[in-house]
């Protein structure tokens, strides 16, 4: 297995790409090897994998990130249909702080996306049906649990919809805004 690995504008954000196989049967990939892995400088231990359906397009999740000590890296990707998926790096100190940057995924180019502790992390999908699978190298800790406002007018996150027909959670709606949150952001960069 060889893996395409692109950086991201973000730092220490990648875009990895797994050898997919295809034939008039369909493809094969390994979508994850922690040896292969390894071997090309991305040392995470994941030990939770995660799995969420949007049944619509327009579903908008996010924009989540875990605190403190269950802060997470997480390896994500779409088995099916398509989403657009949104990085927001909150550690002080890291030289693209309070950016943010977009990526679609899809079934079809078998990108994954690397997202290190310290972003926040959210996605909406373009098609119905979208299957997302992300690993963890933390486990899920509800008391850590925090989120940025999706629709934060200062990070001015380019959405490919119109945001005010988003179908998201009550949750979601509620989060604070990135410039709120900034006083008790217990992230920095070089720490975590």
């Known amino acids: 297995m060889s893996l395409k690995i692109t950086k991201t504008t973000l730092q220490d954000a990648l875009i990895i ?3 997919v196989f295809g034939d008039h049967r369909g493809f094969f990939t390994e979508s994850y090897s922690e040896k292969v892995f390894q071997e090309a400088g991305i040392p995470y231990n994941f030990i939770q994998d995660n799995h969420s359906l949007s049944s619509e397009p327009g579903v908008l ?3 989540h990130f875990q605190k403190g000590a269950a802060a997470q890296t997480k390896l994500v990707r779409a088995v099916t249909g398509a989403l657009y998926d949104v990085i927001v790096d909150m550690r ?6 309070g950016k943010w940057e977009g990526f679609i995924l899809s079934e079809y180019n078998h990108r994954q996306l690397l997202v290190p502790k310290g972003f926040a992390h959210g996605f909406c999908t373009l098609t119905p049906n979208v299957n997302f699978l992300y690993k963890c190298d933390n486990y899920y800790a509800p008391e850590a649990d925090g989120g940025i406002a999706f629709n934060d007018p200062d990070l001015a996150i380019n959405w490919p919809f119109d945001i005010q027909h988003a179908i998201t959670s009550e949750k979601d709606l509620k989060h604070p805004t990135f410039k709120a949150f900034e006083g008790e952001n217990p992230f920095v960069y070089g720490e975590i």
Do not use: D
């Not at 002080?92 to 702080?97: C, D, L, R, V």
């Open 17 to 19: 790409e797994p050898q």
């Open 61 to 63: 999740r996010g924009l």
């Open 92 to 97: 002080k100190g890291s030289p693209t702080y």
